[in-house]
């Protein structure tokens, strides 16, 4: 058996380049990997050596995408799949006897159902509808990403990787007046109805708490009636991929009393990788990460002021432009599309990463108390 170690994620799509070369169709590549550990890029390899013209994206949401080409390619998810009939209903065997290069994600979860059978004695799913977020080659997969964890409030809808609508309102309104109308207006604008959004995202902390909580709620009510998948989003994840540089990315968000919540984030060629986890810091003790990161250090949100003043004399630090600082709901579905990781509405919650400042006093009080 050979081994082969990769070290980047063009390295991975190049391994996957070529093994695409010696794919035919109906082939099957099996693999699995927990998250981050590359199936995507391996993917984007496989479908660029099968010469596909379709982009490539995780299909944790939609089971099966499929990229179509010269050799048609289907990449499966089989996270959420666990018996014979769960994988007959994606329609694994059809595209198999199709003539599909077929690659499935989780793979331990179907090997023994797919050990020992032959794609075309009697697997086939015989004309069975796709599940429910069933996602094809020229479908659209459509993520509605709502943004309320600040000062401002924000709706975006992507469709197939592309954003086609977004709103940002940063009117002083509280977020329980506002954020219901936005909603409306977006699902008018894009035409769509809530029972056609394929996920629901929000950005779920750190933030303020108020705002979190009414974001998530309304997020939740959308998301009940159709058992709509939902999506979690780091807010300071959701920050950086709002950005439209690459380099650096310290996104921090006013956590008050000279504290800032933050995270580091390095962002090229269209991709976003994650150097340290969200934490709440004094903005001045973020020196150490800035003087030790690949310039330049893009300070964004609205806790980059703080942090650019806190650490004044770095020489490496620029403000993002303030039109363009605070969070957009783009950054949520792009986050989330990115993530690929999803969980029911009633799952969803804040995180909101310290305790609120009553119950800060109130802990004190407690441990001051004879």
């Not at 977006?186 to 929000?202: K, N, R, T, Y």
């Not at 807010?235 to 580091?264: I, K, M, Q």
């Not at 490496?316 to 039109?323: D, G, V």
Request: glycine share 12%.
């Amino acid at each position: 058996m050979a081994v082969y170690e990769t070290g980047s994620r063009a390295e991975t799509a190049a391994l996957g380049e070529r093994l695409a070369k010696v794919l035919r169709s109906g082939s099957l590549v099996l693999f699995t990997g927990g998250l981050g550990a590359g199936k995507t890029a391996f993917c984007e390899g496989i479908a660029r050596g099968l010469g596909c013209t379709d982009e490539v994206s995780s299909p944790t949401f939609a089971i099966v995408n499929v990229y179509r080409g010269p050799q048609p390619f289907a990449h499966f998810d089989m996270y959420r799949i666990s018996t014979m009939e769960d994988l007959q209903a994606t329609g694994f065997f059809d595209y198999l006897d199709d003539g599909a290069v077929v690659a499935a994600e989780w793979s331990e979860n179907v090997a023994p159902l797919v050990a020992g059978t032959r794609c075309s004695c009697g697997h086939r799913s015989a004309g069975r509808a796709p599940p429910p977020h069933h996602h094809r080659g020229g479908s659209a997969l459509t993520i509605f990403g709502l943004d309320s964890a600040g000062k401002t409030a924000g709706i975006a809808i992507l469709r197939d990787s592309r954003l086609i609508y977004e709103c940002y309102l940063a009117t002083g309104h509280t977020h329980s007046e506002t954020l219901l109308c936005l909603c409306k207006n977006a699902f008018d604008a894009a035409g769509l109805s809530p029972a056609e959004i394929d996920v629901f995202a929000a950005a779920a902390g750190p933030g303020s708490f108020t705002g979190l909580r009414i974001g998530l709620a309304a997020v939740k009510g959308l998301a009940f009636p159709h058992d709509t998948p939902c999506a979690a989003v780091s807010t300071l994840e959701a920050l950086a991929y709002s950005a439209a540089v690459e380099g650096t990315l310290l996104c921090a968000l006013d956590a008050r009393r000279g504290e800032v919540y933050w995270a580091g984030f390095f962002a090229a060629d269209g991709a976003v990788e994650r150097l340290c986890p969200d934490e709440s810091a004094p903005a001045a003790s973020l020196r150490g990460f800035v003087e030790s990161a690949r310039e330049p250090v893009w300070l964004l949100g609205d806790g980059a002021q703080l942090v650019d003043e806190a650490l004044n004399g770095t020489g490496k630090t620029r403000l993002y432009p303030e039109a363009y600082r605070l969070g957009r709901a783009g950054g949520v579905c792009r986050a989330a599309l990115a993530a690929g990781e999803t969980v029911p509405a009633a799952q969803l919650i804040p995180d909101y990463h310290r305790l609120s400042q009553t119950e800060r006093e109130r802990a004190a009080r407690l441990q001051a108390a004879p």
